[in-house]
């Protein structure tokens, strides 16, 4: 059984950092595109950031680029969050799916082909 399980979400200063985690479980990273989405109160769930092992790509929203970092070890998949702005504010998800229905970039990275979802791990940034 495929399992996603996040962390590291809280409340910060505008300017501030996080890192998320995401644990997963029941899957091997090659073959897969894995990364997190996040969803504002009111706003569509939109892709952030994607990484996939094999090959090794890793892609950004324009919205974060340059301040957030993704990487993956050991089974988990982090999102370093640098210079964060109360538009971050959201509640963040790890997902994944097969190299087959999508891949990291802005057009392949999209909701409605993620197979697996986390539960989320909210993210408060205050001004």
């Known amino acids: 059984e495929v399992q996603l399980v996040e962390s590291g979400g809280g409340l910060v200063q505008a300017g501030g950092s996080l890192t998320l985690s995401c644990a997963t479980s029941?899957?091997?990273?090659?073959?897969?595109?894995i990364g997190w989405f996040r969803q504002a109160p009111g706003k569509e769930r939109e892709g952030v950031s994607c990484?996939?092992?094999?090959?090794?790509v890793t892609y950004y929203a324009d919205s974060v680029k340059g301040r957030f970092t993704i990487s993956s070890a050991n089974a988990k998949v982090y999102l370093q969050m640098d210079s964060l702005k109360p538009e971050d504010t959201a509640f963040y998800y790890c997902?994944?799916?097969?190299?087959?229905?999508?891949?990291?970039?802005?057009?392949?990275?999209?909701?409605?082909?993620?197979?697996?979802w986390g539960k989320g791990t909210p993210v408060t940034v205050s001004s």
């Open positions: 997902a994944a799916t097969t190299l087959n229905r999508g891949h990291c970039s802005g057009y392949g990275f999209v909701a409605h082909v993620m197979d697996y």
């Open positions: 029941g899957f091997t990273f090659g073959g897969y595109a």
């Open positions: 990484i996939s092992i094999s090959p090794g």
